[in-house]
């Protein structure tokens, strides 16, 4: 059964060796993109271009996702933002859903760290401002006004990545943690309905799971997940986060239920660009109502639930 694909990332996951990476702009210079296109004629060109797009269609299977990827990096070019996004995309939704952390987990860190380079490349792609200011030794965080609205799934995706490459060490948690709310709040700034709500619905998976002392939060994890759901109702990963990371923490095993009831019940294709995603949530609810009978999904004190859900 495929795993589902996070549209959030959760705090903890990565490793000690993001202390030593670079960013796309503090490498002199930075590695020339060789794309495939430069090499090829037009007709071949929209060839492979077409057969990308279909085998993005099919994504919800490995083999189709990672012929995107391949295609995707020799077509796309340096100076092209959204397409290094949507490639920053696509390494998160091949490392969160095919890489099992088990199995595979050198290489899906690797993958996330291509994510975050390719999300990078699309800051400088977007905003020459941005480019200058980064490149001349100024912070990212301090950038970030510089990149306008056609740079939001950049941040998203950066933000994304990293969030899951940075933590097998709580040190270098703490020290990027501020950097990925940073980067959301100018994502939430840019427009708080992208990709179906997606800074509301990060910012609560990410209260929810974060300890207290990261910026763990359950009231205001409480309130993103319900702000995502009002801004886009149709959205199964909200839902699947929020009965997930929110529900079990505060110890709501009526939320939990009625979410994952609600996820299983749905038309996977009421939102038509979502499709693959919308089923994964589904098999992923599924999965979770069949591990334990709906009424005692989740067992629990009614005493520690109080206190879960004041904190």
């Not at 059964?1 to 996070?6: G, K």
Request: aromatic share 8%.
């Amino acid at each position: 059964m495929l795993e589902i694909n996070r549209c959030l990332p959760l705090l903890f996951v990565a490793s000690l060796a993001c202390n030593n990476r670079q960013a796309a702009w503090e490498v002199k210079p930075a590695p020339p993109a060789k794309p495939i296109a430069r090499k090829l004629v037009a007709p071949t060109i929209a060839e492979l271009q077409t057969e990308a797009e279909e085998s993005w269609q099919n994504r919800g299977e490995r083999a189709s996702l990672e012929r995107a990827i391949e295609l995707w990096q020799g077509l796309v070019a340096a100076e092209d933002a959204a397409g290094l996004a949507q490639l920053s995309r696509a390494y998160f939704l091949l490392a969160e859903s095919f890489l099992t952390p088990a199995g595979e987990k050198s290489k899906r860190l690797a993958t996330y760290e291509k994510g975050i380079t390719s999300a990078e490349q699309a800051m400088l792609a977007v905003s020459a401002e941005f480019s200058n200011r980064v490149n001349a030794g100024e912070a990212l965080e301090a950038a970030l006004p510089a990149i306008p609205v056609e740079g939001q799934a950049a941040l998203f995706w950066y933000a994304s990545n990293l969030g899951r490459f940075i933590t097998a060490d709580m040190t270098t948690a703490a020290m990027y943690k501020s950097r990925i709310e940073t980067v959301m709040q100018r994502v939430l700034e840019l427009d708080p309905t992208f990709f179906h709500a997606a800074p509301h619905r990060f910012m609560g998976a990410f209260r929810a799971e974060a300890p207290a002392f990261l910026g763990g939060n359950l009231k205001a994890s409480k309130e993103h997940f319900e702000t995502a759901l009002q801004l886009a109702p149709d959205c199964l990963e909200t839902k699947l986060l929020y009965a997930e990371l929110y529900a079990t923490r505060a110890k709501d095993s009526q939320l939990y239920n009625r979410l994952l009831t609600e996820i299983v019940a749905a038309d996977p294709k009421a939102i038509a660009d979502l499709v693959p995603e919308q089923r994964m949530a589904q098999d992923r609810a599924q999965a979770l109502l069949d591990g334990a009978p709906e009424s005692e999904a989740i067992a629990f004190d009614a005493s520690d639930a109080k206190t879960a859900k004041e904190n």
